[in-house]
Protein backbone atom coordinates (compact mmCIF):
# COMPACT_ATOMS: atom_id res chain seq x y z
CA UNK A 1 0.00 0.00 0.00
CA UNK A 2 1.44 3.19 -1.11
CA UNK A 3 2.56 5.71 1.56
CA UNK A 4 1.83 9.71 1.81
CA UNK A 5 5.15 11.57 0.43
CA UNK A 6 6.26 13.43 3.24
CA UNK A 7 9.43 15.60 3.69
CA UNK A 8 11.57 16.27 7.48
CA UNK A 9 12.68 19.95 7.80
CA UNK A 10 16.12 18.63 6.32
CA UNK A 11 14.71 17.20 3.55
CA UNK A 12 12.22 20.88 3.10
CA UNK A 13 15.90 22.96 3.41
CA UNK A 14 17.39 20.85 0.80
CA UNK A 15 14.26 21.89 -1.27
CA UNK A 16 14.32 25.49 -0.58
CA UNK A 17 18.27 25.26 -1.10
CA UNK A 18 18.53 26.79 2.84
CA UNK A 19 20.44 25.79 5.71
CA UNK A 20 18.04 23.98 8.37
CA UNK A 21 17.43 26.36 11.00
CA UNK A 22 15.79 29.00 7.94
CA UNK A 23 12.93 26.98 7.78
CA UNK A 24 12.66 27.10 11.47
CA UNK A 25 12.61 30.50 11.35
CA UNK A 26 9.99 30.55 8.39
CA UNK A 27 7.51 28.63 11.29
CA UNK A 28 7.74 31.38 13.47
CA UNK A 29 7.75 34.08 11.09
CA UNK A 30 4.19 33.99 9.02
CA UNK A 31 4.55 37.12 7.54
CA UNK A 32 5.37 37.02 3.69
CA UNK A 33 5.47 40.13 1.90
CA UNK A 34 3.00 41.75 4.03
CA UNK A 35 0.56 38.70 4.13
CA UNK A 36 0.22 36.31 6.30
CA UNK A 37 1.15 32.48 5.15
CA UNK A 38 1.06 29.63 8.01
CA UNK A 39 3.80 26.81 7.57
CA UNK A 40 1.97 23.59 7.13
CA UNK A 41 1.12 21.09 9.85
CA UNK A 42 3.58 18.82 10.32
CA UNK A 43 1.57 15.56 9.69
CA UNK A 44 3.27 12.95 11.65
CA UNK A 45 6.13 12.88 13.98
CA UNK A 46 8.68 9.84 14.42
CA UNK A 47 11.18 9.70 17.56
CA UNK A 48 10.70 13.31 16.94
CA UNK A 49 11.39 13.89 13.66
CA UNK A 50 8.25 16.31 12.42
CA UNK A 51 7.22 15.10 9.23
CA UNK A 52 5.16 17.25 6.44
CA UNK A 53 2.81 16.60 3.37
CA UNK A 54 4.50 17.14 0.39
CA UNK A 55 2.35 18.63 -1.44
CA UNK A 56 1.95 21.36 0.82
CA UNK A 57 5.20 22.17 1.65
CA UNK A 58 5.17 22.48 -2.17
CA UNK A 59 2.45 24.89 -2.43
CA UNK A 60 3.63 26.75 0.64
CA UNK A 61 7.09 27.15 -1.10
CA UNK A 62 5.34 28.69 -4.68
CA UNK A 63 3.31 30.80 -2.98
CA UNK A 64 5.63 32.37 -1.00
CA UNK A 65 8.83 32.34 -2.90
CA UNK A 66 10.54 32.19 -0.09
CA UNK A 67 14.22 29.92 -0.61
CA UNK A 68 16.39 29.78 -3.29
CA UNK A 69 15.35 27.02 -6.06
CA UNK A 70 12.55 28.43 -8.79
CA UNK A 71 12.32 24.54 -8.96
CA UNK A 72 10.76 23.10 -6.32
CA UNK A 73 7.86 20.97 -7.91
CA UNK A 74 10.51 19.09 -10.01
CA UNK A 75 13.12 19.01 -7.43
CA UNK A 76 10.31 17.79 -4.33
CA UNK A 77 9.74 14.25 -5.58
CA UNK A 78 13.41 13.41 -5.62
CA UNK A 79 13.30 14.39 -1.70
CA UNK A 80 9.62 13.05 -0.33
CA UNK A 81 11.02 9.30 0.51
CA UNK A 82 8.31 7.09 1.99
CA UNK A 83 8.54 6.36 5.53
CA UNK A 84 9.73 2.62 6.30
CA UNK A 85 11.72 3.10 2.67
CA UNK A 86 15.01 1.18 2.40
CA UNK A 87 17.62 2.48 0.52
CA UNK A 88 19.19 -0.72 -1.01
CA UNK A 89 15.16 -1.46 -2.54
CA UNK A 90 14.96 1.90 -3.62
CA UNK A 91 18.61 1.38 -5.47
CA UNK A 92 17.52 -2.32 -6.78
CA UNK A 93 14.30 -0.75 -8.28
CA UNK A 94 15.88 2.02 -9.61
CA UNK A 95 18.16 -0.31 -11.45
CA UNK A 96 15.22 -2.47 -12.16
CA UNK A 97 13.51 0.51 -14.17
CA UNK A 98 16.47 1.79 -15.58
CA UNK A 99 17.34 -1.24 -17.53
CA UNK A 100 13.74 -2.51 -18.26
CA UNK A 101 12.22 0.75 -19.27
CA UNK A 102 8.59 0.46 -17.31
CA UNK A 103 7.08 2.29 -14.94
CA UNK A 104 6.51 0.37 -11.68
CA UNK A 105 4.09 1.79 -9.92
CA UNK A 106 1.23 -0.33 -11.57
CA UNK A 107 3.29 -3.34 -11.59
CA UNK A 108 2.59 -6.29 -8.62
CA UNK A 109 5.70 -7.74 -7.15
CA UNK A 110 4.95 -11.02 -9.27
CA UNK A 111 5.29 -8.77 -12.30
CA UNK A 112 8.45 -6.97 -10.83
CA UNK A 113 10.32 -10.57 -10.27
CA UNK A 114 9.22 -11.11 -14.17
CA UNK A 115 10.56 -8.02 -15.38
CA UNK A 116 13.84 -8.53 -13.22
CA UNK A 117 14.08 -12.10 -15.08
CA UNK A 118 14.10 -10.45 -18.34
CA UNK A 119 16.87 -7.77 -17.03
CA UNK A 120 19.01 -10.19 -15.34
CA UNK A 121 18.25 -13.53 -16.06
CA UNK A 122 21.77 -15.22 -14.84
CA UNK A 123 20.93 -13.14 -11.33
CA UNK A 124 24.15 -11.80 -11.99
CA UNK A 125 23.01 -8.47 -10.12
CA UNK A 126 19.68 -7.92 -9.48
CA UNK A 127 16.88 -10.94 -9.47
CA UNK A 128 17.04 -12.16 -6.51
CA UNK A 129 17.35 -8.21 -4.69
CA UNK A 130 14.10 -7.78 -6.64
CA UNK A 131 12.63 -10.90 -5.19
CA UNK A 132 13.58 -9.92 -1.28
CA UNK A 133 12.81 -6.05 -1.89
CA UNK A 134 10.01 -4.81 0.25
CA UNK A 135 7.89 -2.94 -2.53
CA UNK A 136 4.43 -2.09 0.15
CA UNK A 137 5.96 1.00 0.89
CA UNK A 138 5.28 2.72 -2.16
CA UNK A 139 8.70 2.77 -3.56
CA UNK A 140 7.68 2.00 -7.06
CA UNK A 141 6.05 5.29 -7.33
CA UNK A 142 8.58 6.73 -5.43
CA UNK A 143 11.06 5.26 -8.22
CA UNK A 144 8.79 6.13 -10.86
CA UNK A 145 9.07 10.17 -9.63
CA UNK A 146 12.52 10.30 -8.66
CA UNK A 147 13.38 9.32 -12.13
CA UNK A 148 10.98 12.08 -13.59
CA UNK A 149 12.66 14.95 -11.72
CA UNK A 150 15.86 13.55 -12.33
CA UNK A 151 18.05 14.30 -15.71
CA UNK A 152 18.17 10.85 -16.12
CA UNK A 153 19.01 7.42 -13.93
CA UNK A 154 23.04 8.54 -12.95
CA UNK A 155 21.33 11.66 -11.46
CA UNK A 156 18.98 10.00 -9.96
CA UNK A 157 21.02 7.75 -7.75
CA UNK A 158 22.76 10.97 -7.09
CA UNK A 159 19.80 12.75 -5.43
CA UNK A 160 19.68 9.38 -3.51
CA UNK A 161 22.76 9.60 -2.59
CA UNK A 162 22.48 12.79 -1.25
CA UNK A 163 19.22 12.57 0.59
CA UNK A 164 17.32 11.61 3.32
CA UNK A 165 18.28 7.68 3.30
CA UNK A 166 21.65 8.06 2.74
CA UNK A 167 21.42 10.76 6.14
CA UNK A 168 19.78 7.74 8.24
CA UNK A 169 22.88 5.94 7.52
CA UNK A 170 25.33 7.77 8.94
CA UNK A 171 27.31 7.65 5.47
CA UNK A 172 28.55 10.81 4.86
CA UNK A 173 31.50 10.36 2.34
CA UNK A 174 33.67 12.73 0.25
CA UNK A 175 32.66 16.27 -0.98
CA UNK A 176 32.45 17.16 -4.52
CA UNK A 177 35.85 18.46 -4.96
CA UNK A 178 36.93 15.40 -3.61
CA UNK A 179 36.21 13.48 -6.53
CA UNK A 180 37.37 16.06 -9.16
CA UNK A 181 40.36 16.10 -7.98
CA UNK A 182 40.72 11.93 -7.85
CA UNK A 183 39.21 12.36 -10.56
CA UNK A 184 42.09 14.75 -12.64
CA UNK A 185 44.58 12.11 -11.13
CA UNK A 186 42.44 8.61 -12.46
CA UNK A 187 42.95 10.77 -15.90
CA UNK A 188 46.73 11.53 -15.73
CA UNK A 189 47.12 7.51 -14.80
CA UNK A 190 44.67 6.76 -17.57
CA UNK A 191 46.36 8.82 -20.45
CA UNK A 192 49.58 7.84 -18.82
CA UNK A 193 48.89 4.28 -19.87
CA UNK A 194 47.20 4.83 -22.96
CA UNK A 195 45.27 2.24 -24.61
CA UNK A 196 41.76 0.30 -23.55
CA UNK A 197 42.30 0.71 -19.99
CA UNK A 198 39.42 -0.17 -17.06
CA UNK A 199 39.09 1.37 -13.88
CA UNK A 200 38.27 -0.92 -11.03
CA UNK A 201 37.04 1.17 -8.30
CA UNK A 202 36.75 0.96 -4.84
CA UNK A 203 33.64 -1.02 -3.94
CA UNK A 204 32.99 0.52 -0.61
CA UNK A 205 32.85 4.13 -1.91
CA UNK A 206 29.71 4.17 -3.88
CA UNK A 207 30.19 7.21 -5.91
CA UNK A 208 34.09 6.62 -6.47
CA UNK A 209 33.45 4.61 -9.48
CA UNK A 210 30.91 6.81 -11.02
CA UNK A 211 33.14 9.82 -10.51
CA UNK A 212 35.66 8.41 -12.69
CA UNK A 213 34.44 5.98 -14.96
CA UNK A 214 33.54 8.56 -17.64
CA UNK A 215 37.34 8.65 -19.25
CA UNK A 216 38.10 4.90 -19.32
CA UNK A 217 36.92 1.83 -21.65
CA UNK A 218 35.53 0.12 -19.18
CA UNK A 219 35.37 -0.86 -15.29
CA UNK A 220 36.10 -4.15 -13.75
CA UNK A 221 34.28 -5.28 -10.91
CA UNK A 222 33.92 -8.97 -9.01
CA UNK A 223 31.46 -10.72 -9.57
CA UNK A 224 30.59 -10.77 -6.07
CA UNK A 225 29.83 -7.00 -5.54
CA UNK A 226 26.05 -6.97 -6.83
CA UNK A 227 24.92 -3.53 -5.02
CA UNK A 228 28.22 -2.21 -6.70
CA UNK A 229 27.07 -3.61 -9.99
CA UNK A 230 23.33 -2.11 -9.84
CA UNK A 231 24.65 1.12 -9.39
CA UNK A 232 27.09 0.62 -12.53
CA UNK A 233 24.20 -0.11 -14.61
CA UNK A 234 22.18 2.64 -13.04
CA UNK A 235 25.27 5.01 -13.74
CA UNK A 236 25.75 3.31 -17.54
CA UNK A 237 29.28 2.56 -16.86
CA UNK A 238 30.51 -0.25 -19.62
CA UNK A 239 31.64 -3.24 -17.24
CA UNK A 240 34.22 -5.07 -18.44
CA UNK A 241 36.35 -8.47 -17.96
CA UNK A 242 39.69 -7.51 -18.76
CA UNK A 243 41.87 -4.64 -20.83
CA UNK A 244 44.97 -3.64 -21.81
CA UNK A 245 45.62 -1.91 -18.31
CA UNK A 246 44.06 -1.27 -15.03
CA UNK A 247 43.98 1.84 -12.83
CA UNK A 248 43.30 0.73 -9.73
CA UNK A 249 41.78 2.71 -7.26
CA UNK A 250 41.92 1.59 -3.33
CA UNK A 251 39.64 4.07 -1.08
CA UNK A 252 41.23 3.84 2.36
CA UNK A 253 39.05 6.36 4.26
CA UNK A 254 37.99 6.39 7.84
CA UNK A 255 40.41 2.98 7.65
CA UNK A 256 42.60 2.88 10.94
CA UNK A 257 46.26 3.74 10.50
CA UNK A 258 47.79 -0.11 10.26
CA UNK A 259 44.56 -1.26 8.77
CA UNK A 260 45.03 1.50 5.93
CA UNK A 261 49.76 0.64 5.54
CA UNK A 262 48.35 -3.12 5.21
CA UNK A 263 45.67 -2.39 2.46
CA UNK A 264 47.81 0.03 0.76
CA UNK A 265 50.74 -2.72 0.46
CA UNK A 266 48.22 -5.31 -0.51
CA UNK A 267 47.22 -2.84 -3.63
CA UNK A 268 51.07 -2.18 -4.17
CA UNK A 269 51.79 -6.09 -4.29
CA UNK A 270 48.83 -7.05 -6.61
CA UNK A 271 49.95 -4.44 -9.90
CA UNK A 272 50.99 -5.50 -12.92
CA UNK A 273 53.61 -4.06 -14.82
CA UNK A 274 50.97 -2.63 -16.70
CA UNK A 275 49.09 -0.97 -14.15
CA UNK A 276 48.40 2.09 -11.99
CA UNK A 277 47.54 2.30 -8.37
CA UNK A 278 45.51 4.95 -6.58
CA UNK A 279 45.82 4.98 -3.09
CA UNK A 280 43.32 7.14 -1.63
CA UNK A 281 43.68 7.79 2.59
CA UNK A 282 44.65 9.33 5.70
CA UNK A 283 47.11 11.94 5.75
CA UNK A 284 48.21 10.51 9.00
CA UNK A 285 48.82 7.26 7.37
CA UNK A 286 49.67 7.77 4.02
CA UNK A 287 52.21 11.08 4.95
CA UNK A 288 52.58 12.35 7.90
CA UNK A 289 55.31 11.69 10.52
CA UNK A 290 54.71 7.48 11.86
CA UNK A 291 56.91 5.78 14.37
CA UNK A 292 57.85 1.97 15.61
CA UNK A 293 56.59 -0.73 13.43
CA UNK A 294 53.83 1.67 12.02
CA UNK A 295 56.81 3.84 10.17
CA UNK A 296 58.51 0.27 9.03
CA UNK A 297 55.95 -0.94 7.50
CA UNK A 298 55.05 2.01 5.20
CA UNK A 299 59.02 2.61 4.58
CA UNK A 300 58.96 -1.38 3.63
CA UNK A 301 56.06 -0.98 1.26
CA UNK A 302 57.73 2.15 -0.39
CA UNK A 303 60.87 0.46 -0.74
CA UNK A 304 60.07 -1.54 -4.05
CA UNK A 305 60.31 1.79 -5.66
CA UNK A 306 56.52 1.74 -6.60
CA UNK A 307 55.82 5.05 -5.57
CA UNK A 308 55.40 7.75 -8.27
CA UNK A 309 53.85 10.84 -6.35
CA UNK A 310 52.60 11.51 -3.30
CA UNK A 311 49.56 14.16 -2.94
CA UNK A 312 48.42 15.86 0.55
CA UNK A 313 44.76 16.98 -0.47
CA UNK A 314 43.17 20.48 0.84
CA UNK A 315 41.35 20.20 4.13
CA UNK A 316 37.66 19.77 4.29
CA UNK A 317 37.27 16.64 1.59
CA UNK A 318 36.29 14.39 4.23
CA UNK A 319 32.67 14.95 5.48
CA UNK A 320 33.20 13.10 8.74
CA UNK A 321 35.94 14.71 9.84
CA UNK A 322 36.06 18.01 7.84
CA UNK A 323 39.34 18.76 9.88
CA UNK A 324 41.75 16.36 8.69
CA UNK A 325 43.94 15.86 5.16
CA UNK A 326 43.44 13.38 3.20
CA UNK A 327 46.42 12.12 0.89
CA UNK A 328 46.50 10.16 -2.07
CA UNK A 329 49.68 7.76 -3.51
CA UNK A 330 49.92 7.15 -7.25
CA UNK A 331 51.84 3.61 -7.65
CA UNK A 332 53.50 2.22 -10.70
CA UNK A 333 53.01 -1.14 -11.07
CA UNK A 334 56.63 -1.35 -12.71
CA UNK A 335 58.97 -0.77 -9.91
CA UNK A 336 61.99 1.13 -10.04
CA UNK A 337 64.16 2.20 -6.60
CA UNK A 338 65.82 4.92 -8.50
CA UNK A 339 62.49 6.61 -9.98
CA UNK A 340 62.47 10.11 -8.52
CA UNK A 341 59.42 10.87 -6.01
CA UNK A 342 56.90 13.79 -6.86
CA UNK A 343 55.51 15.19 -3.98
CA UNK A 344 52.76 17.92 -3.56
CA UNK A 345 50.81 19.87 -0.55
CA UNK A 346 47.57 20.98 -2.16
CA UNK A 347 46.62 22.67 1.18
CA UNK A 348 45.87 26.19 0.28
CA UNK A 349 46.02 25.74 -3.43
CA UNK A 350 44.04 26.97 -5.86
CA UNK A 351 43.72 23.78 -8.19
CA UNK A 352 43.93 23.81 -11.86
CA UNK A 353 42.82 20.06 -12.65
CA UNK A 354 44.15 20.31 -15.95
CA UNK A 355 47.61 20.89 -14.79
CA UNK A 356 47.38 18.43 -12.08
CA UNK A 357 46.14 15.85 -14.62
CA UNK A 358 49.76 16.99 -16.05
CA UNK A 359 51.61 16.43 -13.39
CA UNK A 360 50.38 13.00 -12.52
CA UNK A 361 51.32 12.03 -16.25
CA UNK A 362 55.07 13.42 -15.99
CA UNK A 363 55.21 11.85 -12.63
CA UNK A 364 54.87 8.78 -13.71
CA UNK A 365 56.72 8.92 -16.98
CA UNK A 366 59.80 10.00 -14.58
CA UNK A 367 60.62 12.89 -17.10
CA UNK A 368 62.69 15.22 -15.41
CA UNK A 369 62.18 17.70 -19.09
CA UNK A 370 59.32 19.49 -17.79
CA UNK A 371 58.65 22.17 -15.28
CA UNK A 372 55.90 20.57 -12.95
CA UNK A 373 52.89 22.95 -11.95
CA UNK A 374 52.74 21.41 -8.17
CA UNK A 375 55.01 18.65 -7.91
CA UNK A 376 58.24 18.73 -6.17
CA UNK A 377 60.77 15.88 -7.68
CA UNK A 378 63.16 14.15 -5.26
CA UNK A 379 65.09 11.65 -4.86
CA UNK A 380 63.46 8.10 -3.56
CA UNK A 381 65.91 8.37 -0.48
CA UNK A 382 64.34 11.31 0.82
CA UNK A 383 60.93 9.88 1.29
CA UNK A 384 62.76 6.56 2.69
CA UNK A 385 65.26 7.88 4.81
CA UNK A 386 62.56 9.88 7.34
CA UNK A 387 59.24 8.97 9.44
CA UNK A 388 57.70 11.53 7.13
CA UNK A 389 56.28 10.88 3.45
CA UNK A 390 55.72 14.43 2.65
CA UNK A 391 56.33 17.73 4.68
CA UNK A 392 54.08 20.23 4.38
CA UNK A 393 54.56 22.90 1.63
CA UNK A 394 52.74 24.49 -3.30
CA UNK A 395 50.02 26.83 -6.02
CA UNK A 396 47.54 28.71 -9.39
CA UNK A 397 44.02 31.43 -12.90
CA UNK A 398 39.18 33.55 -18.60
CA UNK A 399 37.75 35.80 -21.21
CA UNK A 400 34.00 36.08 -22.77
CA UNK A 401 33.71 37.09 -26.07
CA UNK A 402 30.52 38.93 -26.88
CA UNK A 403 29.27 39.67 -31.04
CA UNK A 404 27.63 42.80 -31.85
CA UNK A 405 23.44 42.25 -32.55
CA UNK A 406 22.90 42.35 -36.47
CA UNK A 407 20.25 45.17 -36.90
CA UNK A 408 19.49 45.15 -39.80
CA UNK A 409 19.35 41.43 -40.49
CA UNK A 410 16.89 41.17 -37.80
CA UNK A 411 14.87 43.91 -39.76
CA UNK A 412 14.99 42.24 -42.73
CA UNK A 413 13.98 38.59 -41.02
CA UNK A 414 11.11 40.51 -39.69
CA UNK A 415 9.83 41.98 -42.54
CA UNK A 416 9.72 39.08 -44.66
CA UNK A 417 7.02 37.46 -42.19
CA UNK A 418 4.58 40.91 -41.44
CA UNK A 419 4.96 42.21 -45.54
CA UNK A 420 3.06 38.80 -46.43
CA UNK A 421 -0.56 39.56 -46.29
CA UNK A 422 -2.88 37.69 -43.89
CA UNK A 423 -6.12 35.23 -44.99
CA UNK A 424 -9.05 35.11 -42.53
CA UNK A 425 -9.84 32.06 -40.52
CA UNK A 426 -13.82 30.67 -41.07
CA UNK A 427 -15.77 27.65 -39.48
CA UNK A 428 -18.96 25.86 -40.69
CA UNK A 429 -21.20 25.01 -38.55
CA UNK A 430 -25.61 23.78 -38.44
CA UNK A 431 -27.22 23.31 -35.59
CA UNK A 432 -27.57 19.76 -34.70
CA UNK A 433 -30.31 17.55 -33.12
CA UNK A 434 -28.57 17.04 -29.96
CA UNK A 435 -28.07 14.00 -27.25
CA UNK A 436 -30.69 12.31 -25.15
CA UNK A 437 -27.51 11.19 -23.13
CA UNK A 438 -24.09 13.25 -22.91
CA UNK A 439 -21.36 10.32 -21.85
CA UNK A 440 -18.55 11.12 -19.77
CA UNK A 441 -15.29 8.83 -19.43
CA UNK A 442 -12.91 9.79 -16.76
CA UNK A 443 -8.87 9.85 -17.67
CA UNK A 444 -8.56 6.77 -15.14
CA UNK A 445 -11.34 4.90 -16.31
CA UNK A 446 -9.36 5.21 -19.89
CA UNK A 447 -6.26 4.84 -18.23
CA UNK A 448 -7.52 1.24 -16.72
CA UNK A 449 -9.06 -0.34 -19.85
CA UNK A 450 -6.03 0.92 -22.15
CA UNK A 451 -7.36 3.91 -24.29
CA UNK A 452 -5.02 6.36 -22.22
CA UNK A 453 -1.25 5.48 -21.21
CA UNK A 454 0.60 8.45 -19.10
CA UNK A 455 4.04 8.53 -19.78
CA UNK A 456 6.26 10.44 -17.13
CA UNK A 457 9.02 13.31 -18.49
CA UNK A 458 12.57 13.64 -17.80
CA UNK A 459 14.72 16.54 -16.26
CA UNK A 460 16.58 18.04 -18.85
CA UNK A 461 19.62 20.07 -18.53
CA UNK A 462 19.63 23.65 -20.35
CA UNK A 463 22.84 23.97 -20.38
CA UNK A 464 23.66 20.74 -22.42
CA UNK A 465 21.74 22.02 -25.08
CA UNK A 466 22.33 23.36 -28.92
CA UNK A 467 20.55 26.13 -30.43
CA UNK A 468 21.12 24.73 -33.67
CA UNK A 469 19.89 21.17 -32.83
CA UNK A 470 16.82 20.03 -34.14
CA UNK A 471 15.41 17.72 -31.13
CA UNK A 472 12.86 19.89 -29.59
CA UNK A 473 12.28 20.10 -25.22
CA UNK A 474 8.43 20.37 -24.85
CA UNK A 475 6.41 21.20 -21.59
CA UNK A 476 2.63 21.99 -20.91
CA UNK A 477 3.87 25.47 -20.43
CA UNK A 478 6.12 26.26 -23.23
CA UNK A 479 8.61 27.25 -21.01
CA UNK A 480 11.45 25.09 -23.08
CA UNK A 481 10.13 26.30 -26.45
CA UNK A 482 13.47 27.25 -26.75
CA UNK A 483 15.24 24.42 -26.07
CA UNK A 484 17.23 22.14 -28.79
CA UNK A 485 19.56 19.45 -28.82
CA UNK A 486 21.27 17.50 -31.29
CA UNK A 487 20.12 14.39 -32.34
CA UNK A 488 23.34 12.56 -31.17
CA UNK A 489 23.63 14.19 -28.17
CA UNK A 490 19.79 13.83 -27.16
CA UNK A 491 20.09 10.16 -27.94
CA UNK A 492 23.63 9.97 -26.03
CA UNK A 493 22.39 11.98 -22.77
CA UNK A 494 18.81 10.69 -22.46
CA UNK A 495 18.95 7.49 -24.01
CA UNK A 496 16.13 5.88 -22.27
CA UNK A 497 13.64 9.18 -21.88
CA UNK A 498 10.51 9.13 -23.13
CA UNK A 499 9.87 10.75 -26.60
CA UNK A 500 6.67 11.80 -27.70
CA UNK A 501 4.98 10.21 -30.88
CA UNK A 502 2.39 12.68 -33.23
CA UNK A 503 -0.56 13.21 -31.28
CA UNK A 504 1.29 13.05 -27.88
CA UNK A 505 -0.74 15.22 -25.50
CA UNK A 506 1.66 16.94 -22.90
CA UNK A 507 0.21 17.92 -19.72
CA UNK A 508 0.94 19.22 -16.49
CA UNK A 509 -1.89 19.17 -13.70
CA UNK A 510 -0.29 21.48 -10.76
CA UNK A 511 -0.72 23.85 -9.91
CA UNK A 512 -2.59 25.19 -12.96
CA UNK A 513 -3.68 22.47 -15.59
CA UNK A 514 -2.37 23.01 -18.73
CA UNK A 515 -1.58 20.61 -22.32
CA UNK A 516 -0.56 20.91 -25.55
CA UNK A 517 -0.25 18.85 -28.59
CA UNK A 518 2.71 17.42 -29.97
CA UNK A 519 1.64 16.85 -33.78
CA UNK A 520 5.81 16.34 -35.07
CA UNK A 521 6.33 14.06 -32.68
CA UNK A 522 10.26 12.61 -31.71
CA UNK A 523 10.61 15.29 -28.91
CA UNK A 524 11.73 15.08 -25.06
CA UNK A 525 9.37 16.02 -22.41
CA UNK A 526 10.30 17.97 -19.69
CA UNK A 527 9.33 17.34 -16.20
CA UNK A 528 7.32 18.02 -14.54
CA UNK A 529 5.41 17.69 -17.59
CA UNK A 530 3.75 14.72 -18.59
CA UNK A 531 2.14 12.76 -21.79
CA UNK A 532 -0.65 11.51 -22.13
CA UNK A 533 -1.39 9.20 -25.02
CA UNK A 534 -4.42 8.02 -27.07
CA UNK A 535 -5.12 4.70 -28.14
CA UNK A 536 -6.32 4.32 -31.70
CA UNK A 537 -10.11 3.52 -30.53
CA UNK A 538 -9.94 5.72 -27.89
CA UNK A 539 -13.17 8.30 -27.67
CA UNK A 540 -11.54 11.53 -27.97
CA UNK A 541 -9.27 12.97 -30.07
CA UNK A 542 -5.90 14.34 -29.05
CA UNK A 543 -6.76 18.39 -29.60
CA UNK A 544 -9.89 17.85 -27.89
CA UNK A 545 -8.19 16.26 -24.88
CA UNK A 546 -6.03 19.32 -24.80
CA UNK A 547 -8.65 21.61 -25.31
CA UNK A 548 -10.99 19.76 -22.25
CA UNK A 549 -7.40 20.12 -19.84
CA UNK A 550 -7.30 23.62 -20.78
CA UNK A 551 -10.82 24.67 -20.37
CA UNK A 552 -12.51 22.18 -17.83
CA UNK A 553 -9.72 20.96 -15.35
CA UNK A 554 -9.93 22.34 -11.85
CA UNK A 555 -7.03 23.62 -10.40
CA UNK A 556 -5.33 21.20 -7.42
CA UNK A 557 -7.22 18.04 -9.35
CA UNK A 558 -4.96 15.10 -10.26
CA UNK A 559 -5.38 14.15 -14.01
CA UNK A 560 -6.93 10.53 -13.53
CA UNK A 561 -10.45 12.71 -12.40
CA UNK A 562 -10.83 14.71 -15.47
CA UNK A 563 -13.33 13.47 -17.38
CA UNK A 564 -13.73 13.94 -21.17
CA UNK A 565 -16.72 13.37 -23.56
CA UNK A 566 -17.15 10.22 -25.41
CA UNK A 567 -17.67 11.01 -28.80
CA UNK A 568 -18.71 9.02 -31.88
CA UNK A 569 -15.80 8.14 -34.10
CA UNK A 570 -17.16 10.33 -36.78
CA UNK A 571 -17.45 13.28 -34.45
CA UNK A 572 -14.40 13.00 -33.22
CA UNK A 573 -12.60 13.14 -36.26
CA UNK A 574 -14.21 15.80 -37.75
CA UNK A 575 -13.68 17.81 -34.20
CA UNK A 576 -9.94 17.10 -34.33
CA UNK A 577 -9.96 18.50 -37.94
CA UNK A 578 -11.47 22.04 -36.68
CA UNK A 579 -9.76 22.07 -34.15
CA UNK A 580 -6.51 21.69 -36.01
CA UNK A 581 -6.99 23.83 -38.22
CA UNK A 582 -7.64 26.69 -35.31
CA UNK A 583 -4.55 25.54 -34.09
CA UNK A 584 -2.43 26.05 -37.41
CA UNK A 585 -4.25 29.66 -37.79
CA UNK A 586 -3.47 30.53 -33.92
CA UNK A 587 0.18 29.50 -34.36
CA UNK A 588 0.38 31.91 -37.91
CA UNK A 589 -0.88 34.76 -35.66
CA UNK A 590 1.62 34.02 -32.82
CA UNK A 591 4.12 33.64 -35.56
CA UNK A 592 3.63 37.54 -36.84
CA UNK A 593 3.16 38.72 -33.72
CA UNK A 594 6.81 37.18 -32.76
CA UNK A 595 7.83 39.15 -36.53
CA UNK A 596 6.18 42.60 -35.25
CA UNK A 597 8.17 42.49 -31.94
CA UNK A 598 11.39 41.79 -33.80
CA UNK A 599 10.94 44.48 -36.11
CA UNK A 600 10.00 46.87 -33.24
CA UNK A 601 12.83 46.11 -31.52
CA UNK A 602 15.41 45.90 -34.42
CA UNK A 603 14.24 49.58 -35.10
CA UNK A 604 14.38 50.95 -32.08
CA UNK A 605 17.99 49.66 -30.80
CA UNK A 606 19.07 50.17 -34.42
CA UNK A 607 18.24 53.70 -34.95
CA UNK A 608 19.40 54.42 -31.65
CA UNK A 609 22.64 52.53 -32.09
CA UNK A 610 23.38 54.51 -35.65
CA UNK A 611 23.33 51.55 -37.41
CA UNK A 612 19.85 52.05 -39.39
CA UNK A 613 18.65 55.10 -41.01
CA UNK A 614 14.21 55.28 -42.22
CA UNK A 615 13.31 56.95 -45.28
CA UNK A 616 10.95 59.55 -44.24
CA UNK A 617 8.73 59.44 -47.09
CA UNK A 618 8.75 55.54 -47.85
CA UNK A 619 7.81 55.49 -44.04
CA UNK A 620 5.07 57.46 -43.84
CA UNK A 621 3.82 56.43 -47.34
CA UNK A 622 3.79 53.04 -46.30
CA UNK A 623 2.17 53.64 -43.03
CA UNK A 624 -0.93 55.79 -44.58
Known amino acids: ?226 AARRRAMIEGLELVDDADGRVEVSSLVGFAEQEAL ?145 HLDRIHAATLTTSVPFPGFDITVAPAPGRIVLRQRSLGELHVVKQVKMLRGNRIDPHRSDPSGTVRVLAADGSTDELRFDPFDAAAIYRRATRTEPGDVIFLDGPTPRARVDVVGGSLVATPSRVLRLALGAPIGPRALAAVINETAVAGSEWPTWSVPDLPPAERDVLESALGAAADHQADLNRRLGAVHDLVTGLVHGVAAGAVTLDPVLTESKAG
Open 262 to 406: EAADDLVVSLEPGDVGIVLGSAAALCDPLHGKAARNRTQTLAAGNLAMALRLPRGLWKAAHRQNLAVWVVSGLPDVTRSVCLADLEGATVDLGDLTSDVMAALAGTAHRAYRYARRVEPATVLAGVEVLPRGVRATRIAVAEPAA
Open 1 to 226: MAQRSTMTLQDIADLARVQRHVVSMWRQRPRVRGRTVLFPSAVSSDDGVERFDREEIVAYLEETGRGNNDEVRQDAPALAVPEGADVEDVVTLLCLHTLGGAELEDLTPAELIELAAQVDPEDRFLLREVRAADAEHGLGRYVDELMAASYGPADALARLDAGRLRRQERDRGLTDTAYSLIGAIAIGARMHLAGAVALVPPVADRRLAGALAEAFAGIILPDESR
